[in-house]
């Protein structure tokens, strides 16, 4: 279960970040109940990306139960 949880949230994040760099930034999220529009909250890519490069400096062993818990 915590393998299924880690790989969706890391493909949430990927595909935050490819929204980035494809300049698509009028993206909405829904967190926890609340829309998050990324224009107006852009630190939200950058603790993306931050979680997403201390994760895979883990190793790929930990990067499900590091994943999981920052939820």
């Known amino acids: 279960m915590a393998y299924l949880g880690a790989i969706i949230l890391a493909g949430v ?3 935050a970040l490819y929204s980035v760099f494809t300049g698509a930034r009028d993206r909405r999220f829904n967190y926890f109940g609340k829309t998050i ?10 603790l993306m990306m931050a979680v997403l490069i201390v ?3 883990m190793g790929a062993r930990a990067l499900p139960l590091f994943l999981v818990s920052i939820l």
Not at 37 to 46: I, R, S
């Open 55 to 57: 994760a895979l400096l």
């Open 37 to 46: 529009t990324l224009d107006e909250h852009p630190w939200v890519y950058f």
């Open 13 to 15: 994040m990927l595909y």
